[in-house]
């Protein structure tokens, strides 16, 4: 029994697909991605930019950007200060260290005071966050006339 030859169909089948699937590889010159590269610089959008000069990469203007741009910064921030300015800043972040700490002290005072009072409570058998203060004047009713 002899099997049909089928060899020559699914070759060009195959060869059919594969010419649709092809990948064209475009090379830009340095000169030309350098043009680019300015124009970006200068404000152009990268959209704007791939349109007009059909760039299909969606990422190959931002590696030249990388590669050839002088605006390495574009997305960093840079804070330049004078030396007065440098000097307040440490002197706010040293207050605000002493400040920290001295909260967690008041913190730390305010839990022993509370943990005193609740064990001076248990060895009088008495509560003492009772207000202790002078009994405020109750009003009385209105004073009598004397009648004649």
């Not at 990948?23 to 704007?48: D, H, L, M, W």
Request: with cysteine.
């Amino acid at each position: 029994m002899s099997c049909p030859d089928i060899s020559g169909q699914i070759s060009n089948q195959n060869l059919s697909q594969m010419a649709s699937y092809s990948k064209e590889t475009i090379r830009y010159s340095i000169s030309f991605q350098q043009k680019v590269v300015k124009e970006v610089e200068k404000g152009a959008s990268f959209g704007e930019i791939r349109r007009r000069y059909d760039i299909r990469g969606g990422n190959t203007i931002q590696q030249w950007v990388r590669k050839f741009g002088k605006n390495h910064l574009l997305n960093k921030i840079v804070r330049v200060e004078m030396k007065g300015e440098k000097d307040r800043v440490k002197e706010l972040e040293e207050e605000v260290k002493r400040l920290k700490i001295a909260l967690a002290e008041a913190t730390m005072a305010k839990d022993l005071l509370g943990t005193l009072v609740d064990v001076a409570n248990r060895h009088y058998k008495t509560d003492l966050k009772k207000n202790f203060g002078p009994k405020s004047l109750k009003k009385t009713d209105k004073p009598k006339k004397d009648t004649p």
